[in-house]
Each structure stands twice: as C-alpha cells, then as structure tokens.
C-alpha cells in the first residue's frame, strides 16, 4: 500500500482522489493546504486523516509515502524538491517546473535521494495511447504529426473583465503553451523523440502570458505541426500521417476513439475499451514503478519530461514569453 499526500485542494486533486481510490494499493492519508480552514474541510470532505499547512511536517510524516503535487506550476521545483530530500516519492502534475533549469534540478535530487519522480502527464498513460503505439507501424513511414488543443478558458471571460486568475498569471508560469501545448508536446516526444528544429508563434496578452500559440517541429525524416490556445476552442481531431494510410485520433489530450484510415479507403477502428476513470491510468504507472522497486516510469520517463521543457522553453524564447521563475536563482 503506498500513503500519499496531495498538495492541492482545486478540482484536479478533486477528479485525482476518485480516480485514484480506484486504484487497489492508493490510500490517502494526507492534505496539505495553505490555510488550515481549506486543509479542515477538504479533510473532512474526502475522509483524509491528516492535514499539514506546513510543508516541513508533511516532509517528516511518517504517515506519507509519496506526495501528489498539484499547486501552482511556479511551487512544483521547490516543494517536490523539498519532499525528495525528505525521501518521499513524487508525482507530479504537468507541466514538471517552469523551465528546463528547474526539471534537470528536480531529476537530480530524485536521483540523489533515490526516490520516484513522475510527471503526471495523464494522457500518454490511456489504453488508446498504447493502442496508437502498437498500430503505429501498420501506416507505414511517418511524414506528419499534426496536434491540436484548443480549449476557450472559462477564467478568460473573468480576465477579459480585468481579473486576471492564476491561469493567466506569469507569476505561476501559466499560460497556453504551459497548460495545454504540453498536451500536444508530450505524446509526439514520446512516440518519435526529441525534434531537430523548434519554430514557434505565439499571441502573448497584457498580462504577460501567452494566449495561444502553435509550433512547427522538424525531424529526420517528417515534421510535426501543433497549435494550442486558451482564448478559442477548436474541435480538429491529431492526425498521424504515414504512406500507407492515416491514424486519427479523436482528441490528443484524452484520446478515446482511434482511427486507421488507408489508403485504399478503408477505415479500421483500433480503439481500445477503457474501464477506469482518465487519472487512474497514472497512479497506477507509479505505483506499479514503486511497487516493482524502480525510480523511472518507461513512458513519462525522465528524459521525456526533460526534451517537452526543452522545446517549450525553446519556444517561449522564441515567442519572448519569460516567466519570474525563469530569472530566479533559488535552485
């Protein structure tokens, strides 16, 4: 049984702990929150046994193994690096850190304190993404990727209105590339690897934030092209092109439906049947890596998180999106 801890009491801890009680060695034992009011109730409405709104006694608990972080993504370096010193094991949710600086830092002490640093990056943990990686080859030599998320924030509205809300704040290292473009980003380095060449363009509001963005990537032999956005939606299904025939898939960021269309016109469904909720795909990645006695997942490994911060910060340089995070010398 493995003891976590979260940290974090939004509605991504909220959809974490159900899907992750379906998992059969989760328990929870633990909440950290800033506030002891928010901690009590988020306690008591999710049954937690203990609560921390110091970070330092979450850290020396004898009652937490690992420890979901879900804060801000401008806290994610320095409090998993905080708990790794403390020895407990760290899954956290995307995007890793806010710069690759902070990511290599994060790996290291995982690496010095032998504990499991993962990423929570959800969707290259679904049956459906296997099934893309196991059909793969069956549309033959690869010549394109093309990914789309664009999803119109509910928070823009409130921005529009003069509120600007943490995902449009530079001083959480948020924005579109940051919360969305990482969907798009992370599935295409884990199936084909690192790119060659980033070419970025980005919309970047007042608030100091991008709004939207898209990228063109090259590779040996094919090119991937992704666009992301947090101020319009876009409902254009990620295609995988190959010579003999066209994978589509019906949304990169939780693909449920997977198509093979070829050439001759024929159109196979390769989808898979998912049983469990989209969360519980990744608890169980780290608790079967833990429970196996290892330190690296194969899919969200290290290296796949280090190259998505690389061509993101690559990008972000690119479009002149600097995050506080990024001129700081805390690590």
């Known amino acids: 049984m493995i003891r976590f801890g979260i940290i974090g009491t939004n509605f991504i801890t909220e959809r974490f702990i159900a899907a992750a009680r379906e998992c059969e060695d989760f328990a929870l034992t633990a909440v950290f929150s800033r506030t002891w009011q928010q901690a009590q109730d988020f306690a008591a409405k ?6 921390f709104t110091d970070l330092e006694s979450m850290a020396n608990s004898e009652e937490v193994d690992a420890v979901y972080i879900a804060s801000p993504n401008s806290f994610h370096a320095s409090q998993a690096i905080f708990l790794m010193e403390h020895g407990k094991h760290i899954l956290c949710e995307k995007p890793l850190a806010s ?11 995982a690496r010095k304190h032998n504990v499991l640093l993962m990423e929570a990056l959800l ?13 793969l080859p069956e ?3 690869i010549r394109r990727y093309t990914a789309s998320y664009c999803q119109y924030s509910s928070r823009y509205d409130a921005y529009k209105q003069g509120t600007i809300l943490n995902a449009f704040n530079p001083m959480f290292s948020n924005g579109s590339l940051m919360d969305l473009g990482i969907y798009c980003l992370y599935p295409m380095v ?11 363009n980005g919309l970047l509001l007042d608030s100091g934030v991008d709004g939207q963005g898209s990228l063109i990537l090259k590779y040996p032999d094919m090119d991937a092209v992704i666009t992301h956005s947090k101020i319009s939606s876009s409902y254009v299904p990620t295609e995988i092109q190959g010579e003999n025939g066209t994978m589509v898939i019906d949304k990169i960021n939780t693909p449920e439906k997977i198509e093979i269309r070829y050439r001759d016109g024929s159109i196979h469904d390769v ?5 469990h909720a989209f969360m519980y795909y990744e ?21 796949h998180s280090i190259w998505t911060m690389d061509v993101m910060d690559e990008a972000r340089r690119q479009i002149g999106l600097v995050f506080p995070a990024d001129r700081s010398n805390d690590l």
Do not use: C, D, Y
């Open 46 to 51: 999710h049954h937690i046994p203990h609560l």
């Open 190 to 200: 884990v199936l084909f690897g690192q790119p060659l060449k980033v070419q970025a």
């Open 271 to 275: 989808s898979k049947p998912q049983s």
């Open 99 to 109: 710069n690759g600086k902070e990511v290599r830092a994060m790996f290291e002490a």
């Open 123 to 135: 969707s290259t943990m679904l049956p459906n993404f296997q099934a893309i990686r196991e059909r």
């Open 283 to 303: 608890v169980q990645e780290f608790i079967n890596v833990l429970n196996r006695g290892e330190r690296e997942s194969a899919i969200n490994s290290n290296q």
């Open 139 to 141: 549309i033959g030599q």
